[in-house]
């Protein structure tokens, strides 16, 4: 089979095809140009942006039922938006990869990189797309750059690899442009570009800094675990089904939000309204925006709290519910917390509660309420981790015993007596986590979900952590990776060596094939001359 650049014709007017929309491989005017080459490197800038772009968006899956719960109160429609995010950048990644492995093929084929302007446009909407993403991120969710710090100390020594295998393999066809390219200054620049790039690269690990890098026995006891609205992913959240299911996870703190019925009864629900998780549009359709404070107890009664979750499906787990807990979940009602306490004195667990709504004028009224009613349930007083900041010197007064908990970082003048701390996972650094512990202040941090995030906390040293996924931290062993600093070093050392060895081999044996086709080059010119003077003779 004839061949053309060390590829085969079929393969090669593939390639065209896909790449250029053409299927002929020459003609006049179809020399790589500059502008063919920027588009090249526009390509390969595309593709970084959205490899970016998808390593956010699989961070922000560890706080994406926040966002799918805002745009429902928004909306009053329900879905699981990150499988339209996953979905879409998983498109445009797929895109702008295959689009770059095309070019790459083409110029290691020395065929012309002629883009279709249809291409060109996509990625320009490509760009546009995923910029708009980062300014949503950006405008409406901030915190998920803080997030994405955090990730970096969980995978920066992975990350660090895969670019250092990735740019190892891009050596070919940066070395076979450079020996091509007839511009001086493009190929100066070129390599330029790519060395410094390596080099960056070679010298990541100096800023990588992870808590994970440590000995084995070095290794903090693992977090324990305080159930967010019971276990949300196993069952409807703030249900007795849910609450159950976390205490089967083996967590110690079951972790809730209170508010107060209109007749002075305090039940459990997060939103302020009930129309996300009952079925209050169908038992009382005209008061169904109603804030949930304004109905009374036997009212509330009334409400299914369970079915919400078989049919909406908060989160994937919920289509995978045995036909039994199917038919518990649809049976749960709003609970009370007296009814809340009762089960915690049973399970001997610990309760956790924010008091809402935090702005309402009668506030100091929720708090009396709330109080009476724990001190009448017969809880042993330990058991209630006090976190309402509002009138807490008169808590302290009234029950002495409540642990408090503190929804703020540690301050120059505070007491010794401020000891526990509950806040976003985002809020504290791991160097701070680890001040903390060794101040013996109890760090709680929430809400956390992911394998990686819960890792990198535990390595720190975070006392517990406030999660929907008891169910995956619970069988977690040990974190997700552990490594002494100085295996890791050898590691690092290693693949650079073995990259920059890649790297100079490719370079020298791409020099050498090209000296070897210029030389068969002069050859043929020579024997071509010698047969015209022969045959002009």
């Known amino acids: 089979m004839a061949k053309s650049g060390g590829c085969c014709n079929g393969c090669a007017t593939c390639l065209l095809c896909l790449y250029g929309c053409r299927w002929t491989r020459s003609g006049k005017g179809l020399a790589t140009s500059k502008c063919d080459c920027a588009w090249f490197f526009f390509i390969f800038s595309v593709c970084l942006f959205t490899l970016t772009w998808l390593y956010f968006a699989l961070v922000t899956l560890n706080d994406f ?4 719960e805002f745009i429902f109160h928004k909306t009053e429609w329900w879905l699981d938006w990150s499988v339209v995010m996953l979905s879409v950048t998983a498109m445009l ?78 050596a070919w066809p940066v070395a076979d442009c450079f020996y091509r390219s007839s511009y001086a200054g493009l190929r100066i620049l070129l390599l330029l570009v790519y060395l410094v790039a390596v080099l960056a690269l070679y010298l990541a690990p100096l800023g990588i800094d992870s808590p994970c890098l440590m000995e084995h026995s070095q290794l903090p006891s693992k977090p324990a675990l305080f159930g967010h609205r019971g276990a949300p992913m196993l069952a409807p959240e703030n249900t007795e089904m849910s609450f159950q299911k976390a205490v089967n996870c083996g967590v110690s703190v079951w972790e809730t939000d209170v508010l107060v019925s209109a007749d002075g009864i305090p039940f459990l629900m997060h939103d302020e309204k009930l129309i996300r998780t009952t079925n209050v549009q169908e ?5 169904a925006q109603a804030n949930a404070t304004s109905f009374n107890w036997t009212q509330l009664q009334h409400l299914d709290a369970g079915s919400w979750f078989l049919q909406k499906r908060p989160f994937p787990t919920a289509s995978h519910l045995s036909s039994e807990d199917r038919a518990l979940a649809g049976a749960q009602r709003i609970l009370s917390l007296q009814q809340l306490l009762g089960e915690a004195k049973k399970h001997n667990v610990s309760v956790m509660f924010d008091l809402r709504p935090e702005k309402d004028p009668h506030y100091e009224h929720l708090v009396n309420v709330t109080m009476e009613t724990i001190l009448q349930s017969g809880i042993a007083p330990e058991l209630i981790l006090w976190l309402p900041d509002e009138f807490r010197e008169q808590v302290k007064q009234q029950a002495p015993q409540f642990r408090q908990i503190y929804g703020r970082k540690r301050l120059s003048n505070e007491t010794e007596e401020e000891l526990r701390v509950n806040l976003p996972y985002q809020n504290l650094s791991t160097t701070e986590i680890q001040a903390y512990r060794h101040d013996n202040i109890s760090v709680n941090l929430y809400v956390v979900n992911a394998p990686w995030l819960f890792s990198i906390l535990w390595c720190a040293g975070a006392n517990s952590v406030t999660t929907n996924a008891c169910q995956v931290l619970q069988a977690m062993e040990r974190p997700l990776w552990l490594l002494p600093r100085t295996t890791y070093q050898m590691i690092w050392i290693v693949t650079d060596c073995v990259s920059f060895l890649l790297i100079a081999w490719a370079f020298l044996l791409l020099k050498r094939w090209s000296r070897r086709k210029e030389s068969a080059g002069s050859d043929s010119d020579v024997l071509l001359t010698k047969i015209h003077s022969l045959l002009t003779e």
């Open 65 to 68: 039922h926040n966002l799918n």
């Open 283 to 287: 038992i009382f359709p005209d008061s």
């Open 93 to 170: 990644v797929t895109y702008s990869s295959l689009l770059l492995v095309l070019a790459v093929c083409l110029q290691l084929c020395h065929h012309p990189l002629k883009l279709h302007w249809v291409h060109k446009v996509l990625l320009i909407l490509t760009v546009l797309v995923i910029a708009a993403a980062f300014v949503g991120l950006e405008i409406q969710w901030a915190e998920q750059w803080e997030s994405a710090q955090i990730s970096l100390q969980a995978m920066g020594p992975f990350l660090h690899i895969g670019a250092v295998v990735g740019m190892t393999l891009f």
